[in-house]
């Protein structure tokens, strides 16, 4: 289904878009629904087993709650969540999802956890995979694991002091999109995260997508590599700090004295697209000195996303 752009509101004050692009690039990901007996340990499975997953520069996976679920809407008829989970290949997401559902999700008071993708089949030329999931973590079992049909799926069911925790065998990964960015460039900080967050806000019902930083928001933006230490793969994007900008090669526009970044990861590239114009919109209604995008010359993502473009093209 083909679906256009809402028009954007006239801004109270008009706010440069730069003319520039994200550069976004290609990351596994997966889907993993998520219930409990109630809405209080849903979000407690689902806040622990996306917690430290912000970046791979440093962590296992990017990881977020894609949204909460009603109970006609899970497998098994109670509340759940639906998480999302990103890694730059198949092998090392399958591998921080499965210690996640572990560490995590097992340990949380009646959970289950099951497949967010059943669609994606083993398909090479399409660029999805099916993976283990339960069928690793049942060995915690010590032997008394057995496989069963659950909620109409195949799981595991793995006996615990509660009773039996449930966990579909194996799950689906595709080919998505991460490092959908928008640079929110102001000149008063409190308007700023203001905007920030009234951004990650509005892209928060979009399907489909997370914003994986804490509150959606960073404000250490990275470049790739450091030019003070060759080991390093990224360090502070020094370009857009405001105490640098007496520096040459400041990409500060003018009168900005405070910059946040919007990171967005997705399922795929339509749907990137569809949060970055839906953060566009709701920026420009603020006092931002302007709105712009991280990229590297195009040297590290394949995905390149103008900034210009999104507020124009149909998708």
């Not at 996306?50 to 809407?73: K, N, R, W």
């Not at 098994?76 to 210690?99: E, H, Y």
């Not at 960015?181 to 009234?198: D, F, T, Y």
């Not at 566009?280 to 996303?305: E, P, R």
Request: with cysteine; aromatic share 6%.
């Amino acid at each position: 289904m083909t679906c256009y752009h809402t028009p954007m509101p006239a801004p109270a004050h008009p706010v440069p878009i730069i003319d520039t692009y994200a550069e976004a690039f290609g990351m596994w990901c997966c889907r993993l629904v998520v219930t409990a007996s109630d809405s209080y340990w849903v979000k407690m499975a689902a806040q622990h087993a996306t917690g430290y997953a912000t970046s791979i520069i440093g962590c296992d996976c990017e990881a977020g709650v894609e949204h909460f679920l009603s109970p006609d809407q899970t497998p098994d008829g109670r509340p759940g969540a639906c998480l999302l989970f990103f890694a730059i290949n198949s092998q090392k997401l399958a591998d921080a999802v499965v210690n996640r559902a572990g560490q995590c999700l097992m340990t949380t008071p009646t959970t289950a956890v099951f497949d967010g993708m059943p669609q994606v089949l083993e398909d090479e030329s399409a660029g999805t995979k099916r993976v283990p999931l339960g069928e690793l973590i049942s060995y915690f079992g010590d032997g008394f694991e057995k496989q069963v049909e659950h909620a109409g799926r195949d799981c595991w069911e793995i006996p615990v002091m509660e009773g039996s925790f449930h966990v579909q065998s194996d799950m689906g990964i595709c080919k998505g999109v991460g490092g959908g960015n928008i640079l929110v460039c102001g000149h008063n900080q409190r308007v700023s995260l203001n905007a920030a967050k009234s951004a990650v806000d509005a892209v928060r019902p979009i399907p489909g997508v997370i914003m994986p930083f804490p509150g959606g928001v960073v404000r250490c933006g990275s470049k790739v590599g450091a030019m003070s230490n060759d080991n390093m793969i990224a360090s502070t994007n020094h370009r857009y700090c405001p105490t640098l900008a007496d520096r040459q090669d400041s990409l500060l526009p003018e009168k900005t004295s405070v910059v946040y970044e919007l990171i967005i990861d997705g399922i795929d590239l339509v749907s990137v697209k569809n949060a970055m114009r839906t953060a566009i919109q709701k920026l420009v209604t603020y006092d931002l000195t302007a709105i712009s995008a991280g990229n590297y010359g195009g040297k590290l993502g394949k995905h390149i996303i103008g900034l210009r473009d999104l507020l124009s093209e149909s998708v």
